[in-house]
């Protein structure tokens, strides 16, 4: 009896959510439209790796670029409908976080 797979659908979706960064990337988009600097400083990620998962994003269809005709010319990200329909899933990792996983510099109970 062969071992059955993971429904291909899912597979991928995990395989592109669990891209290191991703989900933090759409997690700070959930406040809404953001310039490239303002994700770079609130996420330590370098500005190639930020680039490039933005990219993969975008072509998902999760994140969308708008480039503004303004000099200098402004580029802004925001998420798309299919990102927004991340976001509950994202807000229950937080709640089960806050309530199961202890911060790296909190005292473990001995």
């Not at 993971?6 to 592109?16: D, S, Y």
């Not at 670029?65 to 899933?89: H, N, W």
């Amino acid at each position: 009896m062969e071992p059955q797979s993971l429904c291909p659908l899912v597979e991928k979706g995990i395989q592109m959510l669990s891209k290191r960064w991703t989900v933090l990337i759409v997690h700070q988009l959930l406040a809404g439209p953001q310039r490239f600097g303002a994700i770079e400083e609130a996420i330590p990620i370098s500005g190639r790796l930020l680039s490039e998962r933005l990219k993969e994003l975008e072509q998902e269809g999760i994140v969308m670029r708008e480039v503004f005709p303004e000099t200098p010319v402004r580029i802004q990200y925001s998420l798309t409908d299919k990102g927004y329909a991340l976001k509950p899933m994202i807000r229950e990792i937080e709640k089960w976080s806050r309530e199961w996983i202890v911060p790296e510099d909190a005292e473990r109970p001995t």
